[in-house]
C-alpha cells in the first residue's frame, strides 16, 4: 500500500508496464517477513524471558542480511530508470521505492505486531506436529548432497557456468532481439475468434491491419514537395525492398488538367461527331447560364466531395494537409525489420525549401522503442550488476563471503541466460526488464544464506567474532554459560562461586558484542 501511495505521490499513475507491479511488489516485498517469521518461530522460550527481548534478537539477527538484498533489489529496479522509454523509467522507479518501503513496513511493524500478538496467543515453538517434522524434512536431501558430495557439486557449477557463459556469449553475438511483433500479441483461445482468423490470414496474405500512417504537414504549399521527396525515396530502393508501396494526397484526386470547356464540346458536335444519347436529353433541358470564366476553371479541393474528403480533412475543416504512406505489398508490419524499414522512409522528411516533415504513429513508435531497448538494455543490466556487486560488498567485510555470494548470484545469471537460449526466448521491449531485475532480486538469497553462515561461524570463533553485533552469538554464548553455571551449582552452590560465573560472563558478552545492546 506504501508503494502505490509513493506511486500515486510521484508518478502520478500506471500504464500497461507499471501495471505488473501490483504482483510482483507484494511477491518479492514478501521476502523479508518470511526471513523474519522463519528465524522467530526457531525460538524456544526459556524461564523468565519476555517475548520483547527474544523477538529483539532475531530482529537484530536478521536486519542485516535483508537490508542488503532489499538495497540489492532497489538498486536492481532502479537501474532501469536511466532507460528512454518512460514505461521501464516509472517501472524502476515504482520497483525500487517498493523494495525499500516493504522492508521499512516489515522491520518497523511487524516486531510490535508480534510482540501484542504474543500477549494473546504464544507462538509454538516446540516443533511437535506433523507440520513441523514436514518442514524439518524439506532440507534434508539439500543438506545430505552438500556434505556427501562438495567437490561434485562445485565441479557442476563450474562446468556448468563456464557452458552459460558460452551460450551467453553466443546469444549476445547472435542479437538477442525479437524481431516478430506476433510474439508478443494475445493468444486467442477461440478458434472462430476474429483474431485467430486475422492471424490466419495474416500468414496468406502477409498483411494484417495494415493501413496507411498520416503524415501532416504544417502547410498546404508542403505537400506536393514531400510528395515528391518520399515517391524519390522509394523508387530509388530495390523492387522487392520497397519501404512503402505508394504516397496519396487529396491533390491526387483532382484531375491533372483543365476540364472541357462548353465551346469545345460545341465544336465538337458541329463538326458532325455523332452526340451521345443522354446527351441530347440533357441538352433540351434549359439551365441557366453560366460566366466564361466558371466554364472553363479547375476543379479545386474544395470542390471535391465531402465523403471523398473526408480522409484528408481536419477537426477544424481544413483540406489538403494530410498525407497517408501505405505499406509495401507482401510485407508485414509485424516483421519489425520491415516496420523499422517503413518507420526510416517518413520519420523525417527535409523538404527542398529547407523545412522537416515529421512523421509519427505506430511505425515509429514502436521502432523507436525497439531501438532504445537495443542501446538501454546493456547499460541497464551493467548498472543493476555493479550496484548489486557494491551491495555485496559494502555489506560483508571478509572477502571470502562477498566473493562466495558473488559467484553464487553470477553462476544463476548466466544459468538464466543459458535458460533463454536453450529455450529460444528473445528480448524485446517488455521483457527485457526480467534481466537487470533478475540480478538484483536473485542476490536476496545468496545474501541471507552467507549472512547467516557468517553469524554461526562466529558463535564457534570467539575471537573472529569481536566485531560481530549479531545476536545469535550472544544467544549461544549464554545458553552455554548457564550450562556450565548449572554444572559449577552442582559442585560448590555457593554466593561466591555465583559471583564468579556472572564476572566471566560479563567478559565473555563484552568480547562478542563490543561493550553495548546485547544486555
Not at 518461530?41 to 535483508?66: A, M, N
Not at 498546404?220 to 519501404?243: C, K, M, N, S
Amino acid at each position: 500500500m506504501w508503494s502505490f501511495g509513493a506511486a500515486r505521490l510521484s508518478v502520478g499513475y500506471l500504464n500497461t508496464a507499471t501495471g505488473f507491479l501490483v504482483s510482483i511488489i507484494a511477491g518479492n516485498g514478501i521476502n523479508f517477513g518470511i526471513v523474519y517469521m522463519l528465524a522467530t518461530s526457531k525460538l524456544v522460550p526459556s524461564t523468565g524471558s519476555t517475548s520483547r527481548s527474544r523477538f529483539e534478537s532475531r530482529h537484530l539477527e536478521t536486519y542485516g542480511g535483508t537490508l542488503a538484498a532489499a538495497a540489492a533489489a532497489m538498486v536492481a529496479y532502479g537501474s532501469l530508470s536511466i532507460t528512454d522509454f518512460k514505461g521501464s523509467r516509472h517501472f524502476g522507479i515504482i520497483g525500487g521505492v517498493g523494495m525499500l518501503l516493504c522492508w521499512l513496513a516489515t522491520y518497523l511493524l511487524l516486531p510490535a505486531w508480534l510482540v501484542a500478538s504474543e500477549r494473546m496467543r504464544p507462538l509454538r515453538s516446540d516443533g511437535s506436529g506433523w507440520r513441523a517434522r514436514l518442514r524439518g524434512m524439506y532440507g534434508v536431501p539439500f543438506a545430505w548432497l552438500a556434505e556427501r558430495a562438495p567437490r561434485a557439486l562445485c565441479a557442476f557449477a563450474g562446468l556448468s557456468g563456464l557452458g552459460a557463459l558460452l551460450l551467453a556469449v553466443r546469444f549476445l553475438v547472435q542479437d538477442p532481439m525479437d524481431y516478430s511483433l506476433g510474439s508478443i500479441r494475445n493468444d486467442h483461445g477461440s478458434a472462430t475468434s476474429s483474431g485467430t482468423l486475422s492471424t490466419r490470414v495474416d500468414k496468406i496474405v502477409g498483411r494484417l491491419g495494415q493501413d496507411g500512417r498520416a503524415i501532416v504537414t504544417d502547410r498546404l504549399d508542403e505537400v506536393e514537395p514531400l510528395l515528391r521527396e518520399l515517391r524519390r525515396r522509394r523508387d530509388a530502393a530495390p523492387q522487392d525492398r520497397l519501404p512503402f508501396q505508394k504516397v496519396v494526397s487529396l491533390f491526387d484526386l483532382l484531375p491533372k488538367d483543365r476540364l472541357p470547356s462548353w465551346r469545345s464540346c460545341r465544336t465538337s458536335r458541329a463538326s458532325g461527331e455523332r452526340e451521345a444519347p443522354w446527351l441530347r436529353d440533357r441538352r433540351r433541358v434549359p439551365k441557366a447560364p453560366r460566366s466564361p470564366a466558371s466554364r472553363s476553371a479547375p476543379l479545386t479541393l474544395s470542390d471535391l466531395p465531402e465523403r471523398l474528403a473526408r480522409p484528408f480533412t481536419e477537426k477544424d475543416g481544413t483540406r489538403g494537409r494530410i498525407v497517408y504512406i501505405v505499406p509495401s505489398d507482401g510485407r508485414s508490419v509485424y516483421d519489425v525489420h520491415y516496420l523499422m524499414e517503413w518507420a526510416d522512409a517518413f520519420r523525417e522528411v527535409r523538404l527542398p525549401s529547407g523545412d522537416v516533415v515529421h512523421g509519427t504513429g505506430e511505425p515509429v513508435i514502436l521502432s523507436d522503442m525497439i531501438l532504445n531497448v537495443k542501446s538501454d538494455a546493456p547499460k541497464a543490466i551493467g548498472l543493476s550488476l555493479l550496484g548489486t556487486l557494491l551491495v555485496i560488498l559494502l555489506r560483508f567485510r571478509r572477502r571470502r563471503s562477498a566473493l562466495l555470494c558473488a559467484v553464487s548470484l553470477l553462476l544463476g545469471f548466466a544459468w538464466l541466460i543459458g535458460f533463454l537460449v536453450l529455450h529460444g526466448v528473445k528480448l524485446n521491449f517488455l521483457n527485457f526488464i526480467a534481466l537487470p531485475i533478475s540480478i538484483g532480486v536473485g542476490a536476496d538469497y545468496a545474501l541471507n544464506m552467507v549472512k547467516r553462515h557468517d553469524i554461526a561461524g562466529s558463535a564457534q570463533r570467539p575471537d573472529a567474532s569481536r566485531t560481530k553485533r549479531g545476536a545469535l552469538s550472544c544467544t549461544r554464548l549464554l545458553a552455554s554459560q548457564t550450562l556450565e553455571l548449572r554444572g559449577l551449582l552442582a559442585v560448590d552452590p555457593t554466593a561466591a562461586s555465583r559471583q564468579l560465573w556472572v564476572a566471566d560472563a560479563r567478559r565473555e558478552i563484552a568480547r562478542y558484542d563490543g561493550g553495548g545492546g546485547c544486555h
